[in-house]
Nanobody, 121 residues
């Protein structure tokens, strides 16, 4: 079983920045695809960004150029650097891990509990 724990959420003004972290257990972390998803009130969970073991990355169009996903396999951690935040980025952000499958699909194997990000206007 892989445990995934997010941290780094909070309240920020529009135009500001936040950095989310996600720590995952497991000796094979370096082989996982790691993804970030978010869910705003009343909306479905949506893909934000993902990174494969190879470093290959994908981003949702809504965050391209503003968000950056990265990973540190020595620390079993993946990061989401969020810049130029907008009120519409407000959501619970979830980190997830998978061993195979599409980077952008929500059927990841393991999920964290989520961390709240609130962007005020």
């Amino acid at each position: 079983q892989v445990q995934v724990v997010e941290s780094g959420g909070g309240l920020v003004q529009a135009g500001g920045s936040l950095r989310l972290s996600c720590a995952a257990s497991g000796r094979t972390f370096s082989t996982y695809t790691m993804g970030w998803f978010r869910q705003a009130p009343g909306k479905e969970r949506e893909f934000v960004a993902a990174i494969m073991w190879s470093g290959n990355r994908r981003y949702a169009d809504s965050v391209k150029g503003r968000f950056t996903i990265s990973r540190d396999n020595r620390k079993n951690t993946v990061y989401l650097e969020m810049n130029s935040l907008k009120p519409e980025d407000t959501a619970v952000y979830y980190c997830a891990a998978r061993t195979a499958g599409l980077m952008t699909s929500a059927d990841y194997d393991y999920w964290g509990q989520g961390t709240q990000v609130t962007v005020s206007s």
